[in-house]
């Protein structure tokens, strides 16, 4: 009986075919709308957190947070030997070293944004390579002249072609660095950069091997982090511990809580709640466009329901009820929606 | 004439009684009495005209035998069945199994091939698509226009169309055929197909009755019923035009 319901309201549907794509359509853009926005929407959050998500469950960072910190209880490379010897677990540790040099090369004194890496610092912040080259092994132990460019920042210099081959001079204080530029590439530093609120369009950011920033940089380097990855995500917390226990050992300054142990899920947490806002502001719109369609939907039955009373009638006389009536419009309106969200 | 009637059928069973039926119809500020007190027998088998002058009360009277409407005051029985004790679900039954409608306007679905609207009738009535099918083309075939079973009701005449309607009013095979106006649309050859249709019925032992202002019409029926101003003026047996042009040959 029902299949017959349905197929008779099909058959009432498909006598005015104009109105049902029309009524239908309101329903196929609502729902259309929804679906692209969130897919959109959760696409652009897989692009980002996808980045980090490679590195980012099981990588921290621990860092000098206190005000109060004297030069003492920054850290050394002796530091982040002896987290690397004493503290299991770990994977990867390297420093968070960065320093701002400039260069005259692309008119007014521009900012560069170096980060020293080495080897494990690749690993840990997945510096990827688009174009040209990684570091080569020799290049990151003997403090080799050359950089990887960040993406962006070579695409906003060398708009349209390849930085590959090019020289430039970095000026730290007085000391001059001629670099060449190896390769362009990405890395969690340029996916953070955004959500810390860098510059991005006034610093050029750049990577450079360890030792040479640390030569630029002039001097015994202090870190102010070590950026560690450990053997799975859920050993993270106690390495962390145990990092700090290291450090505090070294520096004398047990209990002073000059370190602070930042998993970079918290991060990412953080631009997850931001990625999610825009979602869900975008999906209400969406959905309201959805609310639109359906109230297009029962304005045409209304109207219909109104316009069709002979209809209705005749039915009626021919031994229908009020609940075949009541059920044949439902059955239309149930395709016509049904069929405009498919 | 309706002695010989009589003399055949013994005791002809009523199939609608009215006893003081009043209609009023009630909006915000005007009340109309549309039927002021309607006493009526209509036996099985009988070929009824209902005439009157419009605003007498003919369609109300034709809603209220068909069940489409309720009464105010006074009893109706269709069938032996109290229509006051009906609720909507054994109106409607009833209704599909006693009642044939016919209209002015026809009232095809235009969505529907003819085979389909004929067989409408029966979708409520729970009958399955195979002997829907069987039965309306049967019922195609008795108005000679199963070879448009599968045409649209726009795609034939007005006649044609009407011929239809009369084969929906019938494939439920009920005992009462009820017409408004049915040839108030038609042109007179058409008209004259029509109503030998009605008598084919009225031989075959319908009861049929027709609400019509057109005297010519209502000299086909057996029985002539007036109503003015809500009330029955004139109820009288008549010779039909069937038995004149009967006589006539």
């Known amino acids: ?342 | 004439m309706s002695n010989a009637w009589e003399s055949e059928h013994i005791l002809p069973e009523p199939v609608i009684t009215m006893r003081d039926l009043h209609k009023f119809y009630r909006s915000a500020s005007v009340e109309y009495h549309a039927l002021r007190g309607i006493d009526l027998t209509i036996n099985e088998g009988e070929f009824v005209s209902i005439m009157g002058p419009s605003g007498s009360g003919k369609t109300t009277l034709m809603n209220i035998i068909g069940l489409l409407d309720n009464l105010s005051s006074g009893y109706y029985e269709l069938q032996g069945i109290d229509s006051s004790d009906l609720s909507d679900t054994s109106r409607a039954a009833l209704r599909n199994r006693t009642i044939g409608f016919v209209f002015q306007s026809f009232n095809l679905l235009p969505q529907m091939n003819l085979i389909d609207n004929v067989a409408l009738p029966m979708l409520y009535a729970g009958v399955s698509l195979r002997e829907r099918r069987e039965r309306a083309r049967e019922a195609l075939s008795h108005v000679e226009l199963d070879r448009w079973s599968e045409h649209r009701p726009t795609e034939i005449s007005g006649g044609q169309q009407q011929r239809v309607a009369v084969a929906r009013a019938m494939v439920m095979r009920p005992s009462i055929l009820l017409a408004d106006e049915p040839t108030g649309n038609l042109d007179s050859k058409s008209a004259e197909a029509v109503l030998k249709l009605f008598h084919e019925l009225h031989d075959l032992g319908v009861t049929v009755i027709i609400i019509t202002h057109d005297i010519n019409v209502a000299h086909h029926a057996e029985r002539l019923i007036e109503l003015f101003d809500g009330k029955v003026s004139n109820d009288s047996l008549q010779a039909t035009h069937h038995e004149k042009k009967a006589g006539l040959s």
Do not use: C
């Open chain 1, 1 to 342: 009986m029902i299949r017959e319901r349905i197929s008779n309201a099909w058959q009432m549907l498909m006598g005015n075919k104009g109105r049902s794509i029309l009524t239908m359509l309101g329903i196929i853009v609502g729902i259309a709308s929804v679906i692209t926005v969130v897919a959109v929407g959760e696409g652009a959050k897989d692009a980002v957190l996808g980045q980090f998500d490679q590195v980012g469950a099981s990588s921290l960072l621990v860092g000098v947070s206190s005000g109060q910190a004297t030069e003492n209880d920054y850290l050394t490379a002796d530091d982040v030997d002896a987290v690397r010897n004493l503290v299991t677990e770990l994977r990867f540790v390297s420093v968070d070293y960065q320093l701002i040099g400039r260069t005259d090369k692309f008119g007014d004194s521009t900012a560069i944004f170096v980060t020293g890496v080495d080897q494990d610092w690749m690993r840990i912040s997945n510096l990827t390579v688009t174009d040209g080259r990684q570091f080569s092994l020799p290049e990151l132990d003997r403090s080799g002249a050359s950089i990887i460019l960040e993406e962006e920042t070579a695409e906003r210099l060398y708009p349209g072609r390849s930085p590959i081959g090019e020289t430039l001079e970095i000026n730290r204080r007085g000391k001059l660095l001629e670099v060449e530029i190896v390769g362009v590439g990405h890395s969690i530093v340029s996916q953070l950069s955004g959500w810390t609120g860098m510059d991005v369009d006034r610093l050029m950011i750049v990577y450079m091997p360890l030792s040479t920033t640390i030569d630029l940089g002039g001097g015994e380097p202090r870190f102010s982090s070590i950026i560690a990855m450990a053997q799975s995500p859920d050993r993270l917390e106690a390495t962390g511990e145990q990092i700090v226990q290291v450090l505090e050992n070294r520096h004398g300054n047990q209990g002073e809580n000059m370190y602070r142990v930042t998993e970079t899920a918290q991060l990412l947490e953080q631009a997850d709640l931001v990625a999610n806002v825009f979602t869900n502001f975008i999906a209400i719109v969406a959905a309201i466009s959805l609310l639109v369609g359906g109230i297009g939907v029962m304005n045409i039955m209304l109207v219909s329901v109104t316009e069709r009373t002979r209809e209705i009638g005749l039915r009626k006389a021919l031994g229908a009820t009020m609940n075949d009536i009541m059920w044949q419009f439902l059955f239309e309106s149930s395709i016509l929606t049904f069929i405009g969200g498919v």
